[in-house]
């Protein structure tokens, strides 16, 4: 190629970029469908962060590459993407987005139009914020919706508290209420488990509606003063079967420590404090323990779920099992929960009659360490070891004083017996492994609901709902003999003991109306 083509080329690049760089000035306004002018509305240069905001009169200006495309965004309506095409004057008329206000929320008595629920409602839905990273549905909320705030005692058996807009009694429960696919669930709770948020799979729920104001009231009554939260979980579909199946594994450990002094810093302060020598410094031992490490764990948690959805006929239907393994970062806690449940959907009668059974069950089996021994972590004495053995005073030597853990103890002058020093603390490890708290909890809830709409009046209603909550519990809190708890509640002879409770609760529901 020639010197005259090559100088011709850079040439003809080099007048080309400005005319591919070329902005101009764009201008127009932006209006809602009934002409009135839009405050606010976000207009943004495709591609870039460079944007404006419409003024009071609805009207914007804006510099945008006039080849390039502008994107109209307001809350409440679609978003519009136009391209410039050197046009210098872009007029937009926004349209309401009805994806939004015609979506549907659960608030009691039936469902109603986001847009047409007059009390403070707000929803959320478990496939938007990722179920899969959470065992309990409690998780879920954390961060989800302004005037919720949820609290957990970080167990792996999902207790914690929700308060919605802060809690108004000092005696009373502060508790919201929580319905089931139209159960209502007792705040009391049940012995042995969590919350009633605890039982339920994230997987297995299809949204979560909160009612936050007084309203509530009017159709749960007094019980609903804190709140309501109403969990509606997956429905059958029609057409052929799907199957879901989902496995998510958990790597649990404690995210922050308390800074407290090691071993050596502590005798560096005693022997500051009293001086060398001291019976202060010459109680302390020559081990170095950290006892938030003995009593802290790293774990693996997973859970599994199966789900197969279709229909039979003209009977839609929904069956799932779920199955969770939860290991606290606390030794010795965790919670086993098994979860059964399926749902039917049909509709009869040219779709006048929707009918709605559901029915789940529940096994979980909880372990409760003793979180006292977290205190105890940051208080005990790092200078002494976990274990000291000492042998039982008169035993064949099979047997060791307090099962072998370092306690502080007094012999008695009278019959030279030993009495563990009832004013000093509980070795933190034996406070959890000397200890064994643990429930296995039943529980099932289901419902059956009729709602016909009138032939002669479709918007009339008739709804009956029929549902049931019942549980079995029994918890047992085990103490080994020979262990410190042992020696503090028997005093001389260290028995070791059980005790048992059993609970029983049934409720049932009728619940009839015309809407």
Request: proline fraction near 4%; hydrophobic fraction near 35%.
């Amino acid at each position: 190629m020639s010197r005259k083509v090559w100088l011709a080329a850079i040439l003809t690049l080099c007048f080309s970029f400005p005319a591919l760089a070329q902005k101009i000035t764009v201008s127009g306004t932006v209006i809602d469908p009934e002409g009135e002018p839009l405050i606010g509305a976000s207009v943004l240069v495709r591609g870039e962060t460079l944007g404006t905001a419409t003024n009071i009169d609805g009207e914007y200006t804006i510099s945008v590459p006039s080849d390039g495309a502008l994107v109209f965004s307001y809350v409440g309506y679609a978003t519009q993407e136009i391209p410039v095409n050197g046009q210098s004057v872009i007029n937009v008329t926004m349209n309401v987005n009805s994806e939004v206000l015609g979506e549907v929320v659960a608030i009691g008595y039936g469902t109603v139009k986001k847009s047409d629920a007059t009390g403070s409602v707000a929803v959320v839905k478990p496939d938007e914020i990722e179920a899969g990273l959470a065992t309990s549905v409690q998780d879920m909320l954390v961060g989800q919706t302004p005037g919720v705030v949820v609290t957990t005692s970080g167990g792996p058996e999902g207790s914690g508290t929700i308060r919605i807009r802060g809690g108004s009694s000092l005696n009373a429960s502060n508790d919201p209420l929580i319905v089931v696919d139209g159960v209502p669930l007792s705040n009391d709770g049940v012995q042995g488990m969590g919350n009633s948020l605890s039982m339920i799979a994230p997987d297995n729920i299809e949204s979560m509606t909160i009612l936050k104001d007084a309203s509530a009231t009017a159709i749960y009554g007094s019980r609903a003063s804190n709140g309501v939260i109403i969990i509606t979980t997956k429905k059958g579909i029609k057409g052929t079967p799907e199957v879901s199946f989902s496995a998510n594994m958990y790597v649990n450990k404690a995210q922050k420590r308390w800074n407290v002094l090691d071993a050596n810093s502590f005798r560096a302060m005693m022997t500051n404090v009293y001086g060398a020598g001291s019976n202060e410094v010459n109680a302390l031992g020559n081990a170095n323990t950290d006892w938030q490490d003995e009593v802290l764990r790293t774990t693996v948690s997973s859970d599994y779920n199966l789900s197969v959805r279709g229909s039979a006929g003209m009977l839609p239907y929904r069956v799932s099992v779920t199955y969770t393994n939860s290991n606290g970062i606390l030794k010795t806690s965790k919670m086993d929960r098994l979860t059964f449940g399926f749902n039917l959907n049909p509709k009869f009668f040219n779709d006048h009659l929707s009918v709605s059974a559901n029915a789940k069950g529940y096994y979980f089996n909880n372990r409760f360490a003793n979180t006292g021994a977290i205190g105890g972590a940051l208080s005990y004495n790092p200078t002494v070891p976990v274990y000291d053995i000492h042998r039982l005073s008169g035993d064949s030597g099979q047997k060791y004083l307090f099962n072998g853990y370092t306690s502080w103890y007094n012999i008695s002058d009278k019959d030279n017996s030993v009495v563990l020093n009832p004013n000093s603390a509980v070795n933190p490890v034996a406070q959890l492994m000397d200890v064994n708290n643990h429930a296995e909890v039943l529980r099932s809830n289901g419902n059956l609901q009729l709602d016909y709409s009138f032939h002669f009046l479709p918007e009339l209603h008739a709804n009956l709902n029929l549902g049931y909550d019942i549980s079995k519990t029994d918890e047992y809190n085990e103490v080994m003999a020979n262990s410190p708890q042992a020696w503090l509640n028997h005093k001389k002879n260290g028995a070791g003991y059980e005790d048992y409770t059993y609970q029983s609760r049934s409720n049932t529901l009728l619940d009839f109306y015309l809407n």
